[in-house]
Nanobody, 121 residues
């Protein structure tokens, strides 16, 4: 079972930016696909973005062009740069291992604490 620690969330105004970081309990070199997911109040958890060990990416339509996912091998983290934030981006953001870059189905049923992102004026 891989464990995840998410960080970097906060309160930001519409149009602002945040950078989230995910630290898994194992080397990211051992993880083929990592994903960021989010869950807004009253809604199901949804995919935000994923990245494979080779650098292939997959983004939800709602964040395409605004968010960028990356792997930092030196720091053993997977990061999510979020620009042009909108109120509808408000959610708790989680990371997990994904089965494939195409499906982005999360592998583990156990999730980390997540990091809260609130976009509001």
């Amino acid at each position: 079972q891989v464990q995840f620690v998410e960080s970097g969330g906060g309160l930001v105004q519409p149009g602002g930016s945040l950078r989230l970081s995910c630290a898994p309990s194992v080397s990211i070199f051992s993880i083929y696909v990592m994903g960021w997911y989010r869950q807004a109040p009253g809604k199901q958890r949804e995919l935000v973005a994923g990245i494979s060990i080779g650098g292939a990416t997959n983004y939800a339509d709602s964040v395409e062009g605004r968010f960028t996912i990356s792997r930092d091998n030196a720091k053993n983290t997977v990061n999510l740069q979020m620009n042009s934030l909108k109120p509808e981006d408000t959610a708790v953001y989680y990371c997990n291992v994904a089965r494939t870059i195409a499906t982005m189905s999360p592998v583990f049923d156990s999730w980390g604490q997540g990091t809260q992102v609130t976009v509001s004026s």
